[in-house]
């Protein structure tokens, strides 16, 4: 949690530093792309925990909890500074663009993970599939050597 915020405040203090020195917003470009990767991690990180076995049965931590959310809000901010900056000093239609360019990362992003966890289900299906083949195959075969030894008795 500390290396997405402490990742967050850097990438902040860039596109700050950009705009102050009347600079572009659009060439602080990695700035931006690494703030909005450490919001998704916190939050990614935030929903694994909540979703977790511990968190159901209670060992979870409650400073951390608090710890998450207020880092969470504080990149919250930070983003709603952003949002203003390229309302402000970005080109027309920025802003519009940018929440229609998350929206369409977002989904791609989704279907990468979908797709990632569809792999692997196919290559653990795969792969217990073989493991049957191979373990029939060697019963068979045994089977074979039993009755062979069965016969010349």
Same mark, same amino acid.
């Given at each position: 949690?500390?290396?997405?915020? @402490?990742? #967050?405040? #850097?990438?902040? #203090?860039?596109?700050?530093?950009?705009?102050?020195? /009347?600079?572009?917003?659009?060439?602080? /470009?990695?700035?931006?792309?690494? $703030?909005?990767?450490?919001?998704? +991690?916190?939050?990614?990180?935030?929903?694994?925990?909540?979703?977790? %076995?511990?968190?159901?049965?209670?060992?979870?931590? +409650?400073?951390? +909890?608090?710890?998450? %959310?207020?880092?969470?809000? +504080?990149?919250?901010?930070?983003?709603?500074?952003?949002?203003?900056?390229?309302?402000?000093?970005?080109? #027309?239609?920025?802003?519009?663009?940018?929440?229609?360019?998350? @929206?369409?990362?977002?989904?791609?992003?989704?279907?990468? @993970? $979908?797709?990632?966890?569809?792999?692997?289900?196919?290559?653990?299906?795969?792969? $217990?599939?073989? $493991?049957?083949?191979?373990?029939?195959?060697? /019963?068979?075969?045994?089977?074979?050597?039993?009755?062979?030894?069965?016969?010349?008795?």
């Amino acid at each position: 949690m500390l290396a997405e915020l @402490a990742a #967050a405040n #850097a990438a902040f #203090a860039v596109i700050k530093q950009t705009i102050a020195n /009347g600079k572009d917003l659009m060439s602080a /470009g990695k700035a931006v792309s690494q $703030l909005v990767s450490a919001e998704e +991690d916190l939050r990614s990180r935030a929903n694994k925990k909540k979703n977790s %076995f511990w968190s159901k049965v209670g060992k979870q931590s +409650d400073l951390s +909890d608090i710890e998450e %959310f207020m880092a969470l809000e +504080d990149i919250k901010q930070k983003r709603a500074e952003l949002e203003q900056a390229m309302i402000y000093y970005g080109r #027309a239609g920025l802003h519009s663009d940018w929440v229609k360019f998350q @929206a369409d990362a977002r989904k791609r992003r989704q279907e990468e @993970a $979908l797709e990632r966890k569809r792999k692997k289900q196919q290559m653990i299906e795969v792969f $217990l599939i073989t $493991l049957i083949c191979v373990v029939a195959g060697l /019963g068979f075969l045994w089977f074979i050597w039993f009755i062979s030894m069965a016969v010349r008795q």
